[in-house]
């Protein structure tokens, strides 16, 4: 593709349109903020999100919605996910052909719980969404350390033109046709990423992150595959392998903000310094009521409610989750029969 823009220049939107400027003519990246554009217009580089990684020329930037997408064939959204409806919305007056959309963000819309493609079908019916999720932190990809990601989408065709896109020797891209389970282990692992923070703020040990992961996962895969996902997505990049880096990674912004309230500190007064958004706080109420509509068990995701929003101590929420009556390791398998 000659032409696509990226539509949002916080941190991974950045890195993404550098990635993007290897395979394509001209990228065009959009900021909400005109003064954000003119300092990344002077000095090439977005010292506020992405700082110490120059801009390729062939980067331009924008405040101007319209102008950022007339006549692009691709249209990449990396913004908040509570955002995307929003931003959708003011897209649909501009897109009069059938571009290629790709979601970046990794949440689930409060109140709906639609997930981000359901939200671009709804508000862009005339385009074709795909969604990219993995285990990338801007900070990494952006200074072209070797890393992978996944597309999904319903149709072959989309998520191999999604592919081709960000394909280069530093970001090898898969794709993948099951979007709700690539959708859902994005979105997700950011609670159980909160949950390893409270750990690491409590001062606990490798012990205690490798159970909140492993059991984590297990209570991803229990209300994707409740939802309609393909339980072996998860052990895949927008599964396992987000899970891992976004509960170890010192670039985790979930993971930073669990560690806080592991140190006593108040979601209001952590939330209140933050810069940039911690998509795990909306996703946390989100899965918690989901589990109640599918009547799915999500013992983590509940304690870190919880913790988030009724203010419950962190260690009282461990020893609660440590006491739980006990029950098989491994789920819907007959156990061994010793009579035999």
Request: charged share 25%; proline share 4%; aromatic share 4%.
């Amino acid at each position: 593709m000659r032409n696509v823009a990226v539509i949002g220049a916080g941190s991974w939107g950045t890195a993404l349109a550098i990635v993007l400027a290897e395979n394509c003519q001209q990228v065009t990246l959009w900021a909400r903020r005109e003064e954000l554009c003119r300092e990344i217009r002077q000095t090439r580089e977005n010292k506020a999100y992405l700082p110490g990684v120059t801009l390729p020329k062939n980067i331009t930037v924008t405040s101007d919605l319209e102008r950022a997408v007339y006549q692009k064939e691709a249209i990449v959204l990396v913004v908040p996910s509570h955002t995307v409806r929003t931003i959708a919305r003011q897209l649909a007056p501009y897109i009069n052909n059938c571009p290629l959309i790709i979601n970046c963000a990794k949440g689930l819309e409060e109140g709906s719980h639609c997930r981000m493609s359901e939200i671009l079908e709804q508000e862009l019916p005339q385009c074709f969404p795909v969604i990219l999720s993995g285990p990338n932190h801007a900070e990494e990809v952006s200074r072209r350390v070797p890393s992978a990601t996944v597309v999904a989408a319903k149709e072959e065709k989309p998520a191999k033109a999604a592919q081709e896109l960000f394909m280069t020797t530093r970001l090898r891209v898969y794709t993948n046709p099951d979007v709700i389970g690539v959708e859902l282990g994005g979105a997700l692992k950011n609670v159980i990423a909160l949950a390893a923070g409270v750990s690491d703020g409590l001062g606990y040990g490798d012990n205690t992150k490798a159970a909140i992961v492993t059991r984590g996962l297990t209570e991803i895969a229990r209300l994707g595959r409740k939802m309609g996902a393909n339980p072996l997505t998860f052990a895949g990049l927008s599964g396992v392998g987000d899970l891992m880096v976004t509960c170890a990674s010192p670039h985790s912004r979930n993971r930073n903000l669990g560690m806080e309230l592991g140190q006593g500190k108040k979601l209001t007064e952590i939330l209140a310094g933050m810069h940039m958004v911690a998509e795990g706080v909306r996703t946390a109420r989100a899965a918690k009521e989901l589990g109640g509509i599918y009547q799915v068990d999500l013992p983590i995701t509940e304690q870190v409610y919880e913790i988030l929003f009724h203010e419950k101590e962190p260690r009282r929420a461990v020893v609660e989750l440590l006491k739980r009556k006990g029950k098989y390791e491994i789920e819907d398998v007959v156990f061994f029969n010793f009579q035999n």
